[in-house]
Every structure is written in C-alpha cells, then in structure tokens.
C-alpha cells in the first residue's frame, strides 16, 4: 500500500483546520501544522511553532511535504492593512517556502467573497491571494467555501444565539450557499492527490442543496434546529452599517459584525455556481442542511453556549 504524501498543513488550530485535522488522522495521513501556539492536545500531529510571517518556521514546515493544505487566514480584522499582511503576504510567503522547498502540491482555501473582491477588503485579500497561487507553478486547486457551519464555529453561532432569544436579524434580500465544515475538510483531504479532475481549477463547494436558501430560509432552518421559530427581520444594509459601529464600540477589535463584513453581506448572491462543482467522482457532500444545523445545535448545547 502506497505511504500517502506528508501534508502541510497552515491554520491547524482553527475552526476548519481542526476539523481537517480529523479526517486526516481518520485516513491515517501524516501531518504537520503550523501554529502561533501549539495546542496541549497535540494528536498525531508534528507541530510548528510560528506564523505565516515567519521563514524560518515556514521552512520546517514544508520540509519533505507532498502537498500543503493552506487553510490559515484572517477573515475578521479592524484595518486593511491586517488582512493584507495575514492573507496576501503570508500566502506569498508560503508560496516561497513550499517552492524553495520542492512541493509539488498546493490546495489552497480561500473564499465565496473573492468572487466580488470590490465589496469587501477581506473578499480582495482573498481574491489576490488566489491570483498568487494561480500563477505559480505548482499543482494547485482553489476552493472558494460558501458560508461554513459546524461544531467549535463562533461566528455562525451568533445567529443560533439570536434564533435562541426568538429574532433573527439577516441581511436584505439574497441567498446563500452553507457547507459543513466536515464536508469541507473532506474535501481538502480528497484534493490531495491532485490529478486531470482538479489540478488547476477553482472550485465552489456547497452541501448540495440547489440554489442556495434565502436568508429567511437560512434563519428558519436554524431556528428549527434550536427548537425555535423565531422572528426574522430582514435588515436595510444602512441599519446593518450602523449595528457594526455599535458592535466595535461594545467589542472592540472582538467585533463580529464590522463594517467591512456588511460590504459583502448585503450582497444578493452568494450562492456557490454549478460551473465550479467539485466532479462527483472526487467528493460529493453528505450532510444535508436541516441535519448538520441541528447536530451543530446539540454541540453548542453540550458545551454550554447555548
């Protein structure tokens, strides 16, 4: 039986690094992961302390790799300039590393955003990112996830919390595409190997459901899955605006609703294109909306959050 390829892995502590994490363990592939603080429970998982800033721990990283599997990036910051550095720069930099290094591979995570770079900083960070990776002369496979969901995620729980107490706020009309993030690192995984189908090519990923929801329907289905049927109040993007200004007075650099985040929220169509599905015969999504909402229900129920 072939030995698979060791896999670099950025990101590894985070919501779906964690998550790739375990499905890699699951098939039995060596990983190592890059981390600014290494957790306590470090798995089958050899560690590298460091940042996407840092060549030096870059270098270690994609020692010996197969592939790299870039998950890290900065999806909420106060400044341009952050997600610049965090999204652009560390992509740059750990193109070099790989690169100087000789790994064949690239998989690259960016995101549903990067398709309309003019609405948002962080959907033009990601979107020049892309473009880096694109032009370079690694086996590469883009993946532009729609809105992710699933255990240990805090910024869709805001809304399990607000279909708790009984009233969803959701954006102007539009629909949107969701994916569990379970789904999603399997995929990663599934992408490792490269090949005609996915070498090359950027791809949409959704949980399968056509078309996408709108975000009444979005709102609804979590507030079944909490128990609810909640008020949903379909917000103007100037009332939005306005709630990301009170937010980073409340919160602080922690806000999760910011100005840059109601750029691309307000935007009608965020619903991932059948053009850039993923071939079946590589990864095909299991777990359907209303059920993965409710399991990720019964998570933040068992850890307290809800």
Request: charged content about 20%; proline content about 8%; glycine content about 10%.
């Amino acid at each position: 039986m072939t030995q698979p390829p060791l896999v670099a892995l950025t990101g590894g502590t985070g919501f779906v690094g964690q998550a790739t994490r375990q499905v890699l363990a699951a098939r039995g592939v060596p990983v190592r992961a890059l981390a600014r603080t290494i957790p306590d429970d470090r798995g089958d998982v050899e560690w590298v302390q460091g940042g996407l800033s840092n060549h030096d721990a870059l270098a270690q990283l994609v020692a010996g790799a197969g592939v790299v599997i870039h998950v890290a990036g900065l999806t909420n910051a106060p400044d341009t300039a952050a997600f610049e550095v965090a999204n652009v720069d560390g992509t740059r930099n750990l193109l070099a590393a790989a690169a100087t290094a000789g790994v064949p591979r690239f998989v690259c995570v960016s995101s549903l955003s990067a398709r309309e770079p003019q609405l948002s900083v962080y959907g033009a960070s990601k979107e020049r990112a892309e473009r880096l990776v694109m032009e370079s002369d690694f086996d590469w496979t883009v993946v532009r996830p729609p809105a992710v969901y699933g255990p240990r995620d805090r910024d869709m729980f805001e809304l399990f919390r607000a279909a708790k107490l009984g009233v969803v706020p959701v954006p102007p009309p539009g629909r949107v595409s969701m994916i569990h993030v379970d789904d999603l690192a399997a995929l990663l995984v599934a992408l490792i190997p490269g090949g005609e189908a996915v070498s090359g090519k950027l791809f949409e990923p959704d949980d399968g459901h056509p078309g996408g929801l709108t975000h009444v329907e979005m709102a609804l289905l979590i507030g079944e899955a909490v128990g609810k049927r909640p008020l949903v109040l379909s917000l103007p993007k100037a009332i939005l605006s306005l709630g990301a200004r009170i937010d980073r007075l409340v919160r602080g650099a922690g806000a999760r609703l910011t100005a840059d985040r109601v750029g691309y929220m307000t935007h009608p169509d965020w619903v991932a294109r059948p053009a850039f599905h993923v071939p079946q015969s590589v990864w095909q999504p299991h777990i359907a909306t209303a059920a993965g909402l409710a399991a990720t229900a019964r998570w933040y129920r068992a850890q307290g959050w809800l």
